[in-house]
Antibody
Framework: EVQLVESGGGLVKPGGSLRLSCAASGFTFSNAWMSWVRQAPGKGLEWVGRIKSKTDGGTTDYAAPVKGRFTISRDDSKNTLYLQMNSLKTEDTAVYYC?????????????????WGQGTLVTVSS | DIQMTQSPSSLSASVGDRVTITCQASQDISNYLNWYQQKPGKAPKLLIYDASNLETGVPSRFSGSGSGTDFTFTISSLQPEDIATYYCQQYDNRITFGQGTRLEIK
């Protein structure tokens, strides 16, 4: 059974930093393309960014609002995905979800999110 | 970025009703369009991928159609457990979501 468990959320002041983690199990993490998706309170879903598997180059891509401030990385030895968030703004307040991308076996993986974690809340406030 | 416009933003329907949600892309996205269901306090769940393909395990009362810029999501016979917010999402160019449609029981 695929499981994604996020952690690391909390309250941080504007301009501060936070690192989220996502522990993965139930699938071959090293082969997976992974994403972060966020949802501000009472609002819709917003894609944050994506990291490819290392065999596919391990490259990252980010949405415009977070580019240059957020960094996605992975540790395949620990089956863990990370989201390093710097220069945080109040508008970054959201639940952050870790997702797999197209574990159904299509190659290259399509831009769909088939497994989701439960989310972790990040609140940016003074 | 490609803009995704869903309509309506909310709707109220009765159990057994046929429910339709539309999603319009700001440019041609072929069939690179997915639909998700999100229940309150829960993570979203993938229902339909590539415009019309039902994800494994999803009830057959859910369906999707369309290509290019205009897409439709349908629940053929609304059930009480279908109360949720539904989102479309494109992946032709980067990734963007529609603003969501909140579905309530009348």
């Amino acid at each position: 059974e695929v499981q994604l468990v996020e952690s690391g959320g909390g309250l941080v002041k504007p301009g501060g930093s936070l690192r989220l983690s996502c522990a993965a199990s139930g699938f071959t993490f090293s082969n997976a393309w992974m994403s972060w998706v966020r949802q501000a309170p009472g609002k819709g879903l917003e894609w944050v960014g994506r990291i490819k598997s290392k065999t596919d180059g391990g490259t990252t891509d980010y949405a415009a609002p977070v580019k240059g401030r957020f960094t996605i990385s992975r540790d395949d030895s620990k089956n863990t995905l990370y989201l390093q968030m710097n220069s945080l703004k109040t508008e970054d307040t959201a639940v952050y979800y870790c997702t797999t991308m197209d574990r159904g076996g299509s190659y290259p993986p399509r831009g769909l999110f088939d497994y989701w974690g439960q989310g972790t809340l990040v609140t940016v406030s003074s | 970025d490609i803009q995704m416009t869903q309509s309506p933003s909310s709707l109220s329907a009765s159990v057994g009703d046929r429910v339709t949600i539309t999603c319009q892309a700001s440019q041609d996205i072929s069939n690179y369009l997915n639909w998700y269901q999100q229940k309150p306090g829960k993570a979203p769940k993938l229902l339909i991928y590539d415009a019309s393909n039902l994800e494994t395990g999803v009830p057959s009362r859910f369906s999707g159609s369309g290509s290019g810029t205009d897409f439709t999501f349908t629940i053929s016979s609304l059930q009480p457990e279908d109360i949720a917010t539904y989102y479309c999402q494109q992946y032709d160019n980067r990734i963007t979501f529609g603003q969501g449609t909140r579905l309530e029981i009348k």
